[in-house]
T-cell receptor
Framework: DADVTQTPRNRITKTGKRIMLECSQT?????MYWYRQDPGLGLRLIYY???????NKGEISDGYSVSRQAQAKFSLSLESAIPNQTALYFC?????????????FGSGTRLTVV | QKEVEQDPGPLSVPEGAIVSLNCTYS??????FMWYRQYSRKGPELLMY????GNKEDGRFTAQVDKSSKYISLFIRDSQPSDSATYLC??????????FGQGTRLTINP
């Protein structure tokens, strides 16, 4: 099994719908992140959580919300999806105790809003 | 101005060529510099990690950091078709969160 699992892998939804992307990890890391990737823009941070009781906005949090249900689970919600939220979404975990900070990414969720 | 700038390419080179990928940054607080490789339909994976100015070599890959110029590079020698991927530079300030460049899509042609 993958260390960081994202579901679903692909999703097509309609404008205005509420959608949740889920992330679970077996790394045992406290820190979890949601990134969005668009062509030519790289990875941009949406929300991050350094432990179960900690939630922080990233650089592009408008239109998104998150829930940290447990150390291993971090969900991203789009309250009312719009077409410009069409993108590839990545969940990641990290461990600041390692030299390279141990970032591990999931395989991504490709979201299309029509 | 973005904190980290990277030419998105695309970059296409013949097999065996030396590839140079570069990023510039504006924030002198960045201390840790990384290169991630991302294959199509996959998440990024850490390729190289450096802390100080200078060079770090790992097989065919060399990461170079010049803090005085706020410039980092990744060199790939004897490039292979399997090196075709998107390469993202990333940087850390202290024990906080990664800031990524835009990513460069690289294709190595057999």
């Amino acid at each position: 099994d993958a260390d960081v699992t994202q579901t679903p892998r692909n999703r097509i939804t309609k404008t205005g719908k509420r959608i949740m992307l889920e992330c679970s990890q077996t790394k045992g890391h406290d820190r979890m992140y949601w990134y969005r990737q668009d062509p030519g823009l790289g990875l941009r941070l949406i929300y991050y959580s350094f432990d179960v009781k900690d939630i922080n906005k990233g650089e592009i949090s408008d239109g998104y919300s998150v829930s940290r249900q447990a150390q291993a689970k971090f969900s991203l919600s789009l309250e009312s999806a719009i077409p410009n939220q069409t993108a590839l979404y990545f969940c990641a975990t990290s461990d600041p105790g390692t030299r390279e900070y141990g970032y591990t990414f999931g395989s991504g969720t490709r979201l299309t809003v029509v | 101005q973005k904190e980290v700038e990277q030419d998105p390419g695309p970059l296409s080179v013949p097999e065996g060529a030396i590839v140079s990928l570069n990023c510039t940054y504006s924030n002198s607080a960045f201390q840790y510099f990384m290169w991630y490789r991302q294959y199509s339909r996959k998440g990024p994976e850490l390729l190289m990690y450096t802390y100080s100015s200078g060079n770090k070599e790992d097989g065919r890959f060399t990461a170079q950091v010049d803090k005085s110029s706020k410039y980092i590079s990744l060199f790939i020698r004897d490039s292979q078709p399997s090196d075709s991927a998107t390469y993202l530079c990333a940087m850390l300030k202290g024990a906080q969160k990664l800031v990524f460049g835009q990513g460069t899509r690289l294709t190595i042609n057999p």
